[in-house]
């Protein structure tokens, strides 16, 4: 009888791990929508998509996109800044559900996370001083160097172009390095750097070549959330259903990113 019941009792183990399972993945928007905030996880320091205006006041296309998630999922959003290096580390500890910065997604990174749907699309540009006629292609930076965040796809499109990669903090640092001549060159977002012309237009930089193919950006979560993950995406698709993602768009880059 004993080995029966212990037979049982193995039997039914996958069925209790399938449901405990189950009612986490379940869990994490019941539990956001219960405590009424999302919290998001962006970097504050990456114009237009998240940064701080004259007032302070954290603002971007990315900032209005993670209000525009808050709002359909009926909670409030709270903003949790980092460095770029350290963000997407920061879903695996836990420290806010999602990231809004403009990420990328790569093979390398579905591995690992949730994208949602794409909602931005964008090119890489390779972006030197205007002075610097040496750099015409990304083949051209074989032996150069290039101002990256290490983490960033972008620094691996340097690698395979044969640069050196020079680490930054980000975005303004990475130009910073260009203008002043410590480096020869940075691959950036071609969204991001007409932000900066628009803001600084005698700036000397400028693009020296651009990517063939878009790449697509989507809000990053940990794996294992379906609910939620439908949740987002359901959003997005309400934005651009009824024109508030199209107002957003235009508001910062005068057109419609998500193609």
């Known amino acids: 009888m004993k080995k029966l019941q212990s037979l049982f009792a193995l039997a039914a183990l996958p069925l209790a791990l399938m449901s405990s399972l189950q009612a986490q993945t379940q869990s994490s928007l019941a539990a956001i929508q219960s405590a009424g905030v999302i919290k998001i996880g962006t970097e504050g320091a990456y114009p237009p998509f998240t940064f701080h205006d004259k007032s302070g006041k954290l603002v971007g296309f990315d900032v209005e996109i993670g209000e525009l998630i808050a709002h359909s999922l009926g909670v409030k959003p709270e903003f949790v800044e980092g460095k770029w290096d350290g963000l997407i580390a920061g879903v695996d ?17 579905l591995k690992k996370y949730d994208f949602s749907d794409p909602y931005i699309t964008s ?25 990256q965040s290490l983490t960033s796809n972008f620094a691996q499109l340097a690698k395979n172009s044969g640069a050196e990669v020079v680490a930054t903090e980000g975005f303004n640092q990475s ?85």
């Not at 500890?93 to 990174?109: F, H, W």
């Open 93 to 109: 500890a836990k420290r806010y559900d999602l990231v809004l910065n403009q990420v990328s997604i790569t093979p390398e990174r």
């Open 123 to 147: 090119k890489s540009v390779v972006l030197v001083h205007s002075d610097n006629d040496s750099i015409k292609s990304f083949a051209d930076l074989k032996g150069k160097t290039s101002s």
């Open 175 to 259: 130009l910073e390095l260009v203008l002043t001549g410590r480096v020869d060159a940075t691959i950036n977002d071609s969204l991001s750097y007409l932000d900066f012309k628009k803001h600084k237009p005698d700036a000397r930089l400028k693009i020296a070549a651009t990517g063939e193919k878009g790449e697509q950006s989507g809000a990053l979560l940990a794996k294992g959330q379906p609910e939620l993950l439908a949740a987002i995406n359901q959003a997005l698709r309400g934005a651009k259903q009824d024109g508030a993602y199209q107002k957003v768009s235009q508001k910062y880059f005068g057109t419609d990113v998500s193609q």
